[in-house]
């Protein structure tokens, strides 16, 4: 429960010069609770608000945030505050997903891009995956889902989730995996909701268990490592907040520029610059944005998947043997239905066996390249037969 004045002041019930207190941190509320606030402020209408509440949180240092996360309850605007920009940091999004107070929709939103890592701490936290089957949806949907982290799914559900209207399908159409539908709706008689329930409770219980710490004194070696993650932790996760009117300004710039300037742009300018003029329409500035010494995979894997590049920018990427040797920036280019035919056959031979099942069922992509993934996909397990045969 927030401090009776955050609530006030979050629900206009008090007069702007104490919002403005409260951005700079000049009211008599427990610390947690100003965090909490300044999140909730970070986009208020008020600029001199929105700014400082943003500068105030920038400033917190990562050992505060991790012991925040680990022993606060918080309301739900605050943890989509964390969602989308502390969860950069994957320690900390971690730690907000064990927090008991983060609500099912906060997570339901994060599975659906979660990276590999974030899935194994969504998936062990099975209460909230029986209270709120949207989260395993979500799951089954994600992109960076593994194998072994579908076979986790495929258990609980089932499990759970048999006659779940949506669940079932999903897993077989995404995992291959088929579970027996019963006949019933997915609305669980007494005994087994009173089961449900028990097994709710009983996880609960387990997963409290598990985050009780050590009363152990630390070694050297775990406090250097803590201090070697303290360093690293990533400042840049608030950098979008707080340039956020900087990048609308150099939006409205770039307009104004001339071709030879977005050019020397692309190639010596920043990541927001770089993210603006690849939409640009004239394709010598797009093509100069991917020859930039400056740009990051990651970049490069994203501009992979835009469907409004034309053909040319994508040959380029393929042509290139930097990024050909980046599995991430191969599949998503395999996987854009822009990219021609011929390039996406030859690049999908790369594919793992798991990535090739769900581009059999990509129906974003041509028939032709699902077609061209079930036969590799055949043909390897053909192949595999044969060798368990010989031996």
Same mark, same amino acid.
């Given at each position: 429960m927030s401090h009776p004045l955050v609530e006030q002041i979050l629900s206009g019930k008090v007069p702007e010069a104490v919002k403005k207190a409260a951005a700079r941190g000049a009211l008599p509320i427990p610390r947690e609770d100003q965090i909490e606030l300044w999140a909730c402020l970070r986009n208020d209408s008020d600029p001199e608000v929105k700014?400082?509440?943003?500068?105030?949180?920038?400033?917190?240092?990562?050992? $505060?945030?991790?012991?925040?996360l680990r022993e606060h309850s918080f309301r739900k605007e605050f943890f989509d505050f964390v969602a989308k920009v502390l969860a950069r940091d994957e320690r900390l999004a971690i730690l907000?997903?064990?927090?008991?107070?983060?609500?099912?929709?906060?997570?339901?939103?994060?599975?659906?891009?979660?990276?590999?890592?974030?899935?194994?701490?969504?998936?062990?936290?099975?209460?909230?995956?029986?209270?709120?089957?949207?989260?395993?949806?979500?799951?089954?949907?994600?992109?960076?889902?593994?194998?072994s982290q579908g076979r986790r799914i495929f258990d609980l559900a089932e499990q759970f989730f048999r006659n779940h209207p949506t669940i079932p399908?999903?897993?077989? $159409? %995404?995992?291959?995996?088929?579970? %027996?539908?019963?006949?019933?709706?997915?609305?669980?008689?007494? /005994?087994?909701?009173? *089961?449900? #329930?028990?097994?709710? $409770?009983e996880v609960a219980k387990e997963e409290i268990k598990e985050e009780i710490p050590s009363a152990t004194e630390?070694?050297? $070696?775990?406090?250097?490592?803590?201090?070697? /993650?303290?360093?690293?932790?990533?400042? /840049?996760?608030?950098?979008?907040?707080?340039?956020?009117e900087e990048v609308k300004n150099l939006y409205q710039k770039i307009l104004k520029m001339s071709v030879p300037k977005k050019v020397e742009l692309a190639l010596k300018g920043n990541k927001e610059a770089r993210g603006i003029l690849i939409r640009d329409s004239n394709k010598v500035v797009q093509e100069a944005?991917?020859?930039?010494?400056?740009?990051? *995979?990651?970049?490069?894997?994203?501009?992979?998947?835009?469907?409004?590049?034309?053909? /040319?920018?994508?040959?380029?990427?393929?042509?290139?043997? #930097?990024w050909m040797r980046k599995y991430n920036v191969v599949k998503a280019l395999a996987s854009n239905p822009k990219t021609p035919l011929p390039i996406a056959i030859s690049l999908i031979q790369r594919f793992t066996d798991f990535d090739l099942k769900f581009l059999m069922k990509d129906k974003n992509v041509s028939e032709a390249l699902r077609k061209e993934a079930k036969r590799i996909y055949e043909a390897r397990h053909t192949m595999k037969k044969m060798d368990f045969k010989k031996h």
């Open positions: 700014i400082q509440c943003r500068q105030n949180l920038a400033s917190i240092p990562f050992e $505060e945030w991790q012991s925040l907000a997903l064990r927090n008991k107070s983060m609500s099912a929709f906060t997570v339901e939103e994060m599975a659906l891009n979660a990276p590999a890592t974030l899935i194994d701490t969504i998936l062990d936290g099975q209460a909230r995956l029986l209270e709120c089957p949207g989260i395993v949806v979500a799951l089954l949907k994600n992109p960076n889902l593994n194998a399908k999903i897993i077989e $159409e %995404k995992l291959g995996l088929k579970i %027996k539908i019963a006949e019933a709706k997915f609305v669980p008689e007494v /005994e087994e909701k009173k *089961e449900v #329930e028990e097994k709710i $409770e630390p070694t050297v $070696e775990q406090v250097e490592e803590e201090q070697a /993650e303290e360093a690293a932790f990533p400042k /840049e996760a608030f950098k979008e907040e707080l340039v956020q944005v991917i020859n930039s010494p400056k740009v990051t *995979e990651q970049e490069i894997e994203t501009i992979a998947k835009m469907r409004n590049l034309p053909d /040319e920018l994508l040959r380029k990427i393929a042509m290139s043997n #930097e």
